[in-house]
């Protein structure tokens, strides 16, 4: 089941924010890089403004963000790189099993996704990803 899913009250996601994302996700199927068992959830989890670094709010650090895959040959931004437009920035969970507690970072098994989205171009700008436990 593909679903979206907001928990961060401070940002609003919008219906045309779904759209968009739905969009870029057909055109490079996203949705089927990793065969996930369970759910796939997807979540804005940031808007990021005009002339910030790009790479500034992934949930890794910055020192180690270019160790990060990119799955498929998507597109992938220097992480130095600053942003000329706003952007959506959306993590995308394909969930094979719970596993909460402490023991996880992520409170899945599966796959992890960070996408930045061009809100001007609306286009793929960056796309990394890990094995999520």
Request: aromatic residues 12%; charged residues 30%.
């Amino acid at each position: 089941m593909i679903r979206f899913n907001q928990d961060n009250s401070d940002i609003v996601l919008l219906e045309e924010d779904k759209k968009l994302f739905m969009s870029i996700a057909e055109r490079y199927e996203i949705l089927y890089l990793y065969p996930a068992k369970k759910d796939i959830e997807i979540k804005l989890i940031y808007k990021i403004r005009k002339n910030t670094k790009l790479l500034g709010n992934t949930i890794w650090k910055y020192d180690y963000i270019d160790k990060i895959e990119t799955p498929r040959d998507l597109p992938r931004v220097n992480h130095e790189t600053i942003s000329k437009n706003e952007c959506l920035q959306f993590e995308v969970n394909f969930i094979d099993a719970s596993s909460g507690g402490m023991s996880s970072w992520f409170g899945y098994s599966g796959y992890y996704l960070n996408i930045i989205i061009d809100l001007v171009t609306k286009d793929l700008l960056d796309v990394r990803g890990q094995n999520a436990f």
